[in-house]
């Protein structure tokens, strides 16, 4: 665990809400990476992606902290104190196949 980030300790076991990003599947857009909200388990897309999707979902919910997910990379990020530190003993599993746009 990474010292200066008290919200690790809310991180959940979640299940993913979508097998890829839920919002570009939505609308067919792509996608670059997925990450998955750990307090929720919104799967949105990463940065480097066109929509950001992850982030505007914490933006819209404060939910502070994501895992990356496409595949599971076994890193988490908090957006509130944006610290990185190690998931890889509490990976979320994928409930299905990932589409893979590149």
Known sequence: MSK???H?????????SALGCE???K????WLH???CRTCGHVGCCDDSPNR???KHFHAT???VIEGYDPPEGWGWCYVDEVMFDLSDRKTPHNGPIPRYY
Do not use: N, Q
Request: overall charge positive; some cysteine; proline content about 7%.
């Open 27 to 30: 609308t067919g857009s792509m």
């Open 4 to 6: 200066g980030c008290t």
């Open 23 to 25: 919002e570009c599947l």
């Open 34 to 36: 997925l990450r998955i």
């Open 8 to 16: 690790i300790f809310g991180i959940r076991d979640v299940t993913p």
């Open 53 to 55: 999707h992850a982030t």
């Open 62 to 64: 404060k939910h502070p």
